[in-house]
């Protein structure tokens, strides 16, 4: 008789995906390992969502649905978190897909090292105006090998990106260590990297796998440079609170240097991208000009030492010159 399997919490928050959610639920479904908890929230769907979801439970017992009030992304997986009973868990968004085995190569390296936090990679599928997908690696961080990592070095990568542990989607997460924690429902931008911090102070190291286990897909409209506005002082706002909790003081002072390197570039997109949320603009610029005495006392170039005088200092008309002239839309 055959032990049975560890459970798998996979929770697939899902608003107005009617073109995507059910490519997502048959990927899951079709998983090689087979002791899973599918657990599919629709946030107050205005379209066919709900009753895809539904038709899908119907089809497999292990699908159970969760239907909500809207409350964005965050209170979708916290709706999850509330009632899974899995012993690891596993988020994927609703317009993204796991590769056949991907659940199942997760769970083999987590049972084999309980003391680390499993990640892997994903396949960016890009989708252009005539619906045709595209498959390509993710280039963030340059190509890594598989790497076993202590908890610091992880924090670190929260700035570096090179192992992508910024996302919470292809990771698998022991219950037991961080399935109490929730996303904070306020936040609205940048909702993972404080979640992914607070899961990572629990483990004692990361392995990371640089196979994929999932398609991360991008819409043609998500390539679009959208207007910032005042909700993207949210991850600038983490990054403080990161700050303030970190036990290692080179960490703290990495992730200080990546705040202020994220204010100068949510100014350069701010101004190319013809945002007009003003009162953010100048709470940008305030937090540049604070900081820029310190910024130029770490371990920066010449060149970036320049650019971050242009961005807390010059006017915004300028700053758009100064794009244009190098090219450069952000």
Known sequence: MSETKPLVSVIIPAYNMQDYVIRCIDSVTAQTYPNLEILVVDDGSKDNTAALMDAAAEKDARIKCIHKKNGGLSSARNAGLDVMQGEYYVFVDADDWLKEDGIERLTKVQMAEPEALVTAESIHATENEKGELSYSKRTDGGEASET??????????????????????????????????????????????????????????????????????????????????????QPIEGLDKM??????????????????????????????????????????????????AEYKK?????????????????????????????????
């Open 298 to 330: 770490s371990n920066i170039t010449k060149k970036d030492a320049m650019a971050a005088d242009i961005y807390a200092n010059w006017p915004s008309w300028l700053i758009r010159a100064y794009l244009n002239a190098r090219g450069k839309k952000l």
């Open 243 to 292: 700050i303030a909790m970190e036990p290692e003081a080179a960490v703290a002072q990495a992730y200080r240097k990546y705040r202020y390197e994220q204010i100068l570039l949510y100014i350069g997109a701010y101004i190319s991208r013809n945002s007009n949320d003003e009162a953010f603009y100048h709470a940008l610029r305030k937090l540049a000009k604070e900081g820029l």
């Open 148 to 233: 076993l990592m202590t908890a610091t070095e992880a924090r670190l990568d929260l700035t570096v990106g090179k192992y992508d542990l910024q996302s919470v989607c292809h990771k698998i997460f022991v219950a037991a260590k961080t399935g109490s924690f929730r996303f904070d429902e306020k936040v609205r931008q940048g909702e993972d990297r404080p979640y992914m911090y607070q899961c990572l102070l629990q483990y004692e190291k990361v392995h990371y796998l640089p196979e994929a286990v999932s398609y991360y897909y991008i819409r043609s409209e998500s390539l679009s440079h959208a207007p910032l506005t005042m909700r993207w002082m």
